[in-house]
């Protein structure tokens, strides 16, 4: 990826950088190569949670497949086209976080970053982001411009431009979609399926019956097993029972010491945003 000089760049990070790089060093170093802004996706997590709940509560006729994983969306439109109707029609944290970038950053070219090929894909479909890159091609950046990972004297801001400081931080691992939903009033606990892997997913996908699988009302799917932690363009530099530690630490360090800087990022704010999607 070049950076134009008369052009100014917002990188959009996906939650699963902390189970790779040190935080702050990683917001410094995304900026050091010439974005001017640097996000987390946890305020566009949210609006997709208060879609997903929305639809949840209202419409029951068939099991519901959360969305967000492409790679899973892929195997359904190609192998089980008559499930699309199942998957949730709202954006992933990706899709809803660049409608909100639009909102907030009108002149800024939207780049996402984040451990997956196939986000590539998504973000083609959907519009609004000019550029993906996978976690591989960032280290190629970084080495490219020579941006090591110690920061001796930094120069700029080293947090992220805060718009939420969020609880969606657990967004990347499996389940973290329904444990932030907050679904007690809608729904109960059996009637949620948290799976990961594509050998499980097909399994569940072969077993459906007239738009329903067993009891399920939301199947919580991912393809990489364990979740975006496990993506295919992430460094496996801690085993996995690590990087699920490191996701953890870092929400439990951000609410507990970032919480006064995240004052955006309410509903209210994402007014006037339609987060829903076409399959
Ligand atoms: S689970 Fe894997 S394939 Fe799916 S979005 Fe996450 S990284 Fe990509």
């Given amino acids: ?3 134009k000089k008369d052009e100014k760049y917002l990188c959009m990070l996906a939650p699963s950088f902390v189970s790779v790089y040190e935080y702050p060093e990683i917001v410094y170093r995304i900026r ?9 996706v946890t305020f566009g997590a949210k609006m997709t949670n208060i879609n997903y709940y929305e639809l949840l509560k209202n419409q029951t006729d068939r099991t519901w497949i959360a969305s967000p994983c492409p790679t899973l969306v892929n ?3 190609g192998k089980y086209p008559h499930l699309v109707k199942n998957l949730v029609p709202v954006h992933s ?3 809803s976080m660049a409608l909100i970038c639009k909102k907030f950053f009108p002149n800024y070219k939207v780049v996402f970053i984040g451990p997956c090929i196939t986000k590539k894909m998504e973000a083609k479909e959907i519009g609004m982001i000019d550029n993906v890159l996978t976690f591989t091609e960032l280290e190629e950046l970084f080495k490219k411009y020579n941006i090591s990972e110690k920061i001796e004297n930094p120069k700029c801001q080293m947090t992220f431009d805060k718009l939420y400081n969020d609880y969606t931080k657990v967004y990347p691992l ?3 979609l329904s444990s932030t939903l907050k679904y007690k009033k809608i729904l109960k606990k059996k009637e949620i399926l948290v799976a990961d892997g594509t050998a499980n997913i ?3 996908l072969d077993g459906f019956k007239d738009g329903y699988y067993k009891k399920y009302k939301f199947l919580d799917v991912l393809s990489c097993e364990g979740g975006c932690i496990n993506g295919p363009c992430i460094e496996y530099r801690y085993p996995i029972k ?3 530690k490191r996701v953890k630490k870092y929400k439990e360090y951000a609410t507990r010491y970032e919480k006064d800087l995240g004052r955006s990022g309410r509903k209210i704010d994402a007014k006037g945003i339609d987060f829903t999607r076409k399959f």
């Fill in 1 to 3: 990826m070049e950076f």
């Fill in 32 to 40: 050091a190569l010439g974005f001017e802004k640097v996000v987390e």
């Fill in 75 to 77: 195997m359904i439109r």
């Fill in 93 to 95: 944290p990706m899709g």
């Fill in 174 to 176: 499996s389940g973290g």
């Fill in 202 to 204: 097909v399994k569940i």
């Fill in 242 to 244: 690590e990087r699920i």
